[in-house]
């Protein structure tokens, strides 16, 4: 119930399985799990959506003097587990602009065949953008949009089929120019292209964003096609060092 107040549409559905219940080993032990948590149509109050999401969390080691003193969950260690995410093209629009994703600053090209020195130190930001996001199953693609040097920039996101000893990220992007707007003059389109590609490829395999105390980070994807519209299936790392505080928004 208490996840359930924090997201803003009524309609979102929560369901939670605590598993292998023994009274001793919380009352003497503070074990509790494994706990996995179920959702579908949620959205958060700052525009955070998906179309289904799976968390669960192996074991809880509660710090029962605390839970009895303070009335509040307190972990004695970290808690791990994993979660397999959901996205329309719509939620993955959203998650990219979402305030926890704050987008990569690509290297700063110095030389002067790259970017026209004009340009000033706003449009040298990355901004992903919400619109336009598409999934394609068959080629296992997700497309999506971002300006960054004051032009309009490409990204496609894929698995990563090339994985081995020297190369173990799960995703690639490949970035490629759109649109320049007017009174940008880009000198060198190959040498930013190559820039984008490779901070956003780092940015989407080490991603670790934080609500309050729990940390989510990138493990895989794939693209599917079940159900009324494609998807991305984003798989999830969890680590909980402390729960979430009540009042918060994310």
């Known amino acids: 119930m208490a996840l359930k107040r924090r997201l803003s549409d009524p309609n979102s559905h929560v369901e939670c399985d605590l598993t292998s219940i023994d009274p001793n080993k919380i009352l003497f032990g503070g074990q509790v799990g494994p706990v996995t948590v179920k959702g579908r149509s949620w959205k958060s109050p700052l525009g955070l959506t998906c179309r289904a999401i799976t968390a669960t969390v192996t074991e809880c080691q509660l710090d029962m ?6 009335q509040k ?19 993955f629009g959203n998650f990219i602009t979402h305030p926890l994703m704050k987008p990569p600053s690509p290297p700063q090209l110095t030389n002067k065949n790259s970017i026209n020195g004009n340009i000033n130190a706003d449009k040298n930001k990355l901004l992903f953008l919400r619109e336009n996001v598409s999934l394609d199953p068959s080629s296992g693609i997700v497309t999506f949009y971002g300006t960054y040097a004051g032009s309009k920039w490409k990204f496609m996101l894929q698995r990563n089929t090339n994985i081995s000893d020297t190369n173990e990220d799960k995703a690639s992007i490949h970035a490629s120019l759109v649109k320049e707007e007017e009174g940008s003059i880009i000198q060198d389109v190959d040498a930013i292209e190559k820039a984008l590609t490779k901070t956003t ?10 609500l309050d105390g729990t940390f989510l980070s990138f493990n895989d994807m794939q693209l599917t096609e079940k159900g009324d519209e494609p998807s991305v299936m984003i798989s999830l790392r969890i680590k909980v060092i402390k729960f979430p505080s009540p009042g918060l928004e994310f």
């Open 65 to 70: 003097g605390k839970v009895i003193s303070k």
């Open 73 to 91: 969950l307190v972990l004695n260690t970290p808690a791990l587990g994993s979660a397999m995410v959901a996205l329309s093209d719509t939620d």
């Open 201 to 210: 490829s780092k940015f989407f395999n080490e991603m670790d964003l934080e």
